[in-house]
């Protein structure tokens, strides 16, 4: 199959739109990453939308339909993948293979949410949907409840009192919000900078021991980018980025994964593939965008891609290991904590991080240096219903 | 890219399933077909999953994971297609591409939907939201009220008066419900088989000029396939169905379509696609299974594939050139109108019935004889928001 690059990349800013709709959100992204490609609409052939529950956000669902419209992109084929909150990762694996294959050149694919108008209590409750409607919603279980338990279990399990857990994960909702208060896409962009471990500590309990600042916020937010076949994005740019390898792995209901809850399989399946496909091992990686969803999502995260060993990932949070000039330099971009998470529109905004990143365009205190060659993104639907997970790289492998 | 096979067909009676959720519908019909296909759980590589609003009809979203765990697959990707009713179709249609490319040699594929918990209040709302939300949902549009609007449309653009018209709308249903009730996996099996022209006319007013058995009815049920690289089908069946070519075209609003409201683009491109694909024209397809939903969907339906001329399809259904015998035989399955109508699944339903169709397999009364060389399916999801066509034969290219 053929090599792919990233050519364009249009991200909206993240957090609350009142005078959009999740399809303008969506157009104004891709627009620009139209523009940032040098790309016509003519010269798009098909276009991937990933977007989680637009039906109960804006009562619209075949979104894919009506963002094709309103680009002006003609007849061509749109497809619309759901996957929770990877949705739009989904949803660029699959316009990467569309073009791997031969089949198309050059594609638009993207991801958009609008959750903020369904407000907290009935959007909580829809997107916990994404979980086990017959086991887990009865039980109600939301998804703040899913990574309580995960740092519980990952107290008990690697003998680290939760107190003391507690603290670690504090830091990663310092370092994204850091992260997140110097990026202007950012929803907390100059707010929460200089937050402190107390502080998150000391925030309202949203869910024992989940505080506010454990938690990302819900947010409005459209990503998108331009995909084109690898011998031919020179024609379009100086700077691709090519996609070196994606995995997709699936879960099931909680209940199954028992102990493993904190290794989720099918992250593991998913990274794994990833990394096998693009030829690199972890310790190949440079930086990272993966899902914080809350702060222990992080810790369990970077070990289940193998960047830590199973327990220590917590330890190396609060160590400075994954922030800039440390081991593996993660969610410099604010991640979901910081930047904030359109559920259907994280993935994509994932690899448009990394993307600029690797154009040396990432705001100023973020960048990492030197530019980094190649990247990882890690996006989690559901409660590890699906994991997907791209590598990128400067050059091709 | 690879020539791709069907080397298995599921399908669970359509209608009212009180015991079984969507998940369960899928397993059962997924079960069927990897029986049908003789091949092991451990032999699928990846799961695609049509599906339309399994989040408003059991607060199920990201149904693919469950069906995939329910299944025992592991931790295979899984990805759900959201197509409003063409879902499926679109699912088989990536599917396809993921084996054609190289990249899987066996995967399952198929549609589920539990529509008729909702009731007919709720679902009619619901499935309208595959519509525009902005300007055709405010306005009181439902589908019924989309097919009034064509049979309209089709009257004065073609000069057919609206009472001939509603003569010739009602063989559809006629010719749709004999052959349903012939097929045991029918929602209405064994029933309306001698419906006459005057039984239709006279039912129920549901939308000017449509009546109830100008509907198709709201069901549950699911179907399924397995696909296989063709070079590996021979492993497995003795009979293995080849896609020969694949399509998908894009709409929106039904306010843009204006006068091509009975002649879609986004359907005449789709099917070109497909035919081109396959390397066949229209005069060389000797089956159809076609969406319809209302009678004068499978008129337009004829017309926008180019089996007819414009205009000219519904003086020949009143013709009984789409009945068996006829120029093109259409929907021996007895269609959306005769077999019901679960949204999600009903793309892999049609691909399923032309498979039956082409091993011989048909009920008594609706097989073709000789046995069909070729076939194609027409899906339609929302108003013309997405068209998904797939050209089937017992030969490969």
């Known amino acids: 199959m053929r090599d792919v690059a990233i050519i364009g990349v249009g991200h909206t800013k993240f957090g609350k739109w009142e ?18 490609a040098g790309v016509e609409g003519k010269e798009i052939e098909a276009l991937f939308v990933g977007s989680a ?20 992109l003609g007849q061509i084929p749109s497809t619309r993948f759901e996957g929770a909150c990877a949705s739009s990762t ?32 009935l959007a909580t409750r829809t997107f916990a949907m994404a979980m086990h409607a017959v086991s887990e919603v009865p039980a109600g279980l939301t998804f703040p409840g899913v990574f309580a338990l995960v740092a519980m279990l990952y107290s008990k399990t690697y003998g680290i009192p939760l107190e003391k857990l507690r603290e670690k994960m504090a830091h990663v909702s310092v370092q994204n919000h850091r992260h997140g208060a110097l990026n202007p896409l950012a929803q907390f962009y100059r707010k929460y900078g200089d937050l ?16 506010l600042l454990d938690c990302c916020p819900f947010s409005d937010g459209a990503a998108a980018l331009v995909l084109c076949a690898a011998e031919k994005a020179r024609k379009y740019t100086d700077t691709p980025v090519y996609i070196l ?4 792995g699936t879960g099931g209901a909680m209940g199954r994964f028992g102990e493993e809850l904190i290794r989720p399989p099918s992250r593991v399946m998913s990274a794994r593939m990833a990394l096998k ?11 990272l965008e993966l ?27 609060e160590d400075g290991q994954v922030d800039i000039g440390g081991k593996i330099p993660t969610n410099m971009s604010g991640g979901l904590i910081g930047k904030g998470h359109p559920i259907g529109a994280t993935g994509a905004s994932q690899v448009c991080m990394i993307v600029e990143q690797m154009r040396g365009n990432a705001p100023k205190g973020n960048q990492v240096d030197p530019v980094p060659e190649t990247g990882m993104t890690d996006t989690m639907g559901g409660s590890f219903g699906t ?5 990128l790289g400067r050059s091709r492998r």
Chains 1, 2 share one sequence.
């Open 90 to 121: 989904v949803a660029i694996r699959d316009a990467h293979m569309w073009v791997a294959s031969g089949e198309f050149d050059v594609v638009l694919v993207g991801g958009t949410e609008r959750v903020l108008p369904m407000g907290t209590p």
């Open 196 to 211: 402190k471990v107390e502080d998150v500590l000391g925030s309202r309990m949203v869910c024992d021991p989940l505080t």
């Open 387 to 391: 994991l997907s997970h791209i590598v």
């Open 53 to 72: 529950l637009p039906d109960f956000g804006e009562g619209q669902a075949m979104i894919n339909v009506h963002c094709t419209s309103e680009l002006g």
């Open 245 to 248: 390898g994606t995995g997709q």
């Open 291 to 317: 899902h914080d969803c809350f702060t222990p999502a992080e810790i369990i995260a970077l070990e289940g891609m193998g960047f830590f060993e199973w327990g220590k990932a917590a330890d190396a949070v």
């Open 277 to 287: 496909k693009s030829g690199l091992e972890p310790k190949d990686i440079q930086i």
């Open 19 to 36: 005078t959009k709709t999740a399809v303008e959100l969506f157009a104004e992204a891709a627009l620009q990453a139209m523009e940032d």
